[in-house]
Structure formats: structure tokens, C-alpha cells
């Protein structure tokens, strides 16, 4: 019987792995001879064929902080992204929110291009993507921090780590992306799904305004399946805007005159009018209620009290989600001696409420449709969306040799 109860011992190793190991069809990135040239895994490259993706047809990359997932979306041939994979974040450090300086431990909140030259074949973490913090919106507003990466290895100091065989699929992502001729792949990281239940859960946080503006991005994407146009002005993000008279954006200038194409504004009135109806809802259901936000020691303790006792070869930071808590704001202001968690979450609603209103955060030019208070409807499937593409501007006609790509483009056609 002995060799059975090594068996079951095996397994349960697999077994408690798979939460961050969850490539399938994978195999022992030790065993890989040519790491960056890679191959992705046959059942991923059928799984392209039968959703109409090319192999090399431009990538997103999403990342959900508080779910702890990373997402790769991928375009298919009529021009529109979908979800071609998912995988569980294994580590990452810090709190929800933005990083703001140089060793604070945060995970960047935000939109990033990434290049070729964001590729690390050479990382001390097997293989890293930089995720390029700062970009234009942190550098206006004075944030700072250097080399954070999406690696392996499972370890994190302000990074997305994650095992070595799901890194290797990421990055054979961005290559074969890079290789179809994708000059910019944009990095899209929310501190959660950015839906009006979450939103609604997560309005007491000091950090709501700056997630509003995240969330015009977030559902630009969700509306078109298109990565937005993202620009800089006035120290804040601006979503697929057209600026008039040629004008060009500065970060830290106040944004000019723009306006987004009447079919996307016409789409976005619609997904509005959905979340609107649901963030009412959800109101209701956290009326009296404040999300604690658990620290990276919290997250890394339920993982461990959940593993106590076997020898991993990976050590997750755990979910957001699981160790976090809803509290009442009554109940925890009445307590003589409020725990720690209690005390956390009124110095949280305490933060905020000496805020300004979020609105003065909110990216909202006045020529700009107004989508700050946007998020997915309960049906989203229900949602009409224009056809075609609601981003594109109709154009005069154009020879072969002055045709301009549409401005949100943001990959080379070559």
C-alpha cells in the first residue's frame, strides 16, 4: 500500500499547485532548451484557429489585481480582441491601488505601452516583461519607481510575478504579437474588475477617483473590444479622443477641445444607462458597509494557514478577495478595542471622506463624453453596440500611398 499513499501524496502536491500553475498542455520550464523562442502550446493554437485568431495577430494584456488574474486577449480577424487565456496571479506585493514611489511595495494601477524592448530574455526571473512604470500620467504626477515587471519566479516587490511555466506562455504572447508586427502592446492594470457591484464595494476607498478615471479605459475596452487610444493631459488618462485643429496633448497642460466619435459616445449612453441601474443596486446592498482591503501579510497568512504543512515549491501571495472583509461601519466604530482589520477600514473611510468630491479627479474635458461612472451591466451581452467598429472616423478616400491608419491603431498592419 505503500506505493498508493505516495501516489495520493503526489497528487495532492499537483493539486495544491494548480492555483498558481494553471497552464495546461504545459510541461517543465527546466526542460525548455530555447526558452524565448518557445512554441505555445498546441491545445492554445487550436484553441486560435477555432475563435478566427491569427497566431501572431496583436495582443492585450489585462491584469485584475484583486481577483489576482492576468488575462491575454487577442485579436481575431474581424479587428476584435477576446479573452484567448487566463491565468492566477501568483505573487504580488503591496495593497490595492497605484504605486506612488519608489519602494512602497505597489504593484502599478494603469496603462502602459509595451515594445519590443519591454521583452527580458535574460531575467533573473527566468523571463520578465517591463511593465515601462512610469509612463507620461505617473511622471506628471510626480510618481516614481523602477523595474517592475511581469516575471517569474513567484516573488514580488512591486512586480505581477508568476510561475515559471505561465511566464513562458505570456511571453511567447508578446513575441509571436510582436513578430506579426505589433509595434505597441498595451498593458491594461485595474485593481479589480471594474464592475458597478465593485465599484460600489470599494467607494469609500482614498483611492476612488483615481480608479473612476481607470474605469473611462476600462470601458472604452469592454464596449469596443478594442485596446482604447490612451493620451495625457491636464495629469490625468483621456480615452480615445480626437483633439481638434491638429493639436497635440501634453501631460501636465490643460487638455484641449476633443470629443470621442458619436457611435462610441452613442454605445458608452447605452452601457451607461445599465450601470447606472446596477450601481443603484449595489448601493443598497453595501448601505452601511466598508471593504477592508487586507495588506500582502494577510493574503500570504491565509495562504499559509491553507497550506500548512506541505512543501511547495511556490509560495503565493494569496486573493484579495478571500482575505478581505466587509464590515459595518456602526459595528466597528461602536467597538471599545477595534481589532486591527476594524481600525484599517475606519482609517480608510476616514482618508477619504477628507477627499475632495471624486468628481474633481475625474477625467472629464468638457468637449469628452462623460463615463466616469461607466461599468459593466449586469447583461452585457444586452448592450447594442454599433457596427461597425464604434471607434472608426470615416475619412475621404485615399490612395494606396496616403492612407493613415485609423487613430486608434495601435499595432502596424505590416
Keep these: 500500500m505503500r506505493w498508493k499513499s505516495t501516489a495520493l501524496a503526489l497528487i495532492f502536491a499537483a493539486a495544491a499547485l494548480t492555483g498558481c500553475n494553471d497552464t495546461l498542455d504545459s510541461f517543465d520550464p527546466a526542460s525548455v532548451s530555447n526558452k524565448v523562442e518557445q512554441p505555445l502550446p498546441s491545445k492554445i493554437l487550436a484553441e486560435m484557429k477555432a475563435k478566427g485568431m491569427d497566431r501572431n495577430s496583436p495582443?492585450?494584456?489585462?491584469?485584475?489585481?484583486?481577483?489576482?488574474?492576468?488575462?491575454?486577449?487577442?485579436?481575431?480577424?474581424?479587428?476584435?480582441?477576446?479573452?484567448?487565456?487566463?491565468y492566477e496571479i501568483c505573487a504580488w506585493s503591496g495593497r490595492l491601488g497605484p504605486k506612488v514611489k519608489e519602494g512602497d511595495r505597489q504593484a502599478p494601477e494603469g496603462f502602459y505601452p509595451l515594445s519590443p524592448h519591454n521583452l527580458n530574455p535574460n531575467s533573473k526571473y527566468y523571463l520578465a516583461i517591463n511593465t515601462g512604470y512610469p509612463n507620461r500620467f505617473d511622471q506628471s504626477n510626480n510618481r516614481n519607481g523602477s523595474n517592475l515587471m511581469i516575471h517569474g519566479a513567484c516573488s514580488s516587490s512591486g512586480c505581477y510575478s508568476m510561475t515559471?511555466?505561465?511566464?513562458?506562455?505570456?511571453?511567447?504572447?508578446?513575441?509571436?504579437?510582436?513578430?506579426?508586427?505589433?509595434?505597441?502592446?498595451?498593458?491594461?492594470?485595474f485593481p479589480f474588475r471594474m464592475t458597478a457591484e465593485n465599484m460600489a464595494r470599494h467607494r469609500h476607498s482614498e483611492h476612488y477617483p483615481f480608479w473612476e478615471m481607470l474605469k473611462v479605459g476600462y470601458d472604452n475596452f469592454e464596449v469596443t473590444k478594442r485596446p482604447p487610444e490612451v493620451a495625457v493631459c491636464d495629469r490625468k488618462y483621456v480615452f480615445n479622443q480626437q483633439v481638434a485643429d491638429g493639436k497635440t496633448l501634453s501631460a501636465a497642460a490643460p487638455c484641449p477641445p476633443m470629443s470621442a466619435p458619436p457611435a462610441l459616445q452613442t454605445a458608452l449612453a447605452s452601457y451607461n444607462a445599465a450601470y447606472a441601474?446596477?450601481?443603484?443596486?449595489?448601493?443598497?446592498?453595501?448601505?452601511?458597509?466598508?471593504?477592508?482591503?487586507?495588506?500582502?501579510?494577510?493574503?500570504?497568512?491565509?495562504?499559509?494557514?491553507?497550506?500548512?504543512?506541505?512543501?511547495?515549491?511556490?509560495?503565493?501571495?494569496?486573493?484579495?478577495?478571500?482575505?478581505?472583509?466587509?464590515?459595518?461601519?456602526?459595528?466597528?466604530?461602536?467597538?471599545?478595542?477595534?481589532?486591527?482589520?476594524?481600525?484599517a477600514a475606519l482609517d480608510q473611510l476616514a482618508e477619504q471622506r477628507q477627499k475632495p468630491p471624486a468628481a474633481s479627479a475625474a477625467p472629464t474635458p468638457a468637449s469628452a463624453p462623460v463615463t466616469a461612472a461607466v461599468s459593466t451591466p449586469a447583461q452585457p451581452a444586452a448592450v447594442p453596440v454599433p457596427q461597425p467598429n464604434p471607434l472608426a472616423v470615416p475619412a475621404p478616400v485615399q490612395t494606396a500611398e496616403t492612407e493613415k491608419k485609423p487613430f486608434w491603431k495601435i499595432w502596424s498592419s505590416q
Design 277 to 343: 441601474k446596477d450601481y443603484a443596486k449595489a448601493l443598497q446592498k453595501f448601505d452601511g458597509k466598508i471593504w477592508y482591503d487586507p495588506s500582502e501579510a494577510e493574503r500570504k497568512a491565509l495562504v499559509a494557514n491553507r497550506r500548512k504543512g506541505h512543501d511547495l515549491a511556490y509560495a503565493p501571495t494569496g486573493s484579495a478577495l478571500k482575505a478581505g472583509k466587509l464590515l459595518k461601519i456602526d459595528d466597528v466604530a461602536n467597538q471599545s478595542t477595534p481589532n486591527a482589520s476594524a481600525t
Design 59 to 86: 495582443i492585450a494584456i489585462r491584469i485584475l489585481k484583486e481577483e489576482g488574474l492576468l488575462e491575454i486577449w487577442k485579436a481575431k480577424t474581424n479587428g476584435r480582441f477576446e479573452k484567448i487565456k487566463e
Design 164 to 189: 515559471d511555466a505561465q511566464i513562458l506562455e505570456i511571453y511567447a504572447f508578446a513575441r509571436d504579437a510582436f513578430k506579426g508586427g505589433q509595434q505597441t502592446i498595451q498593458l491594461q492594470a
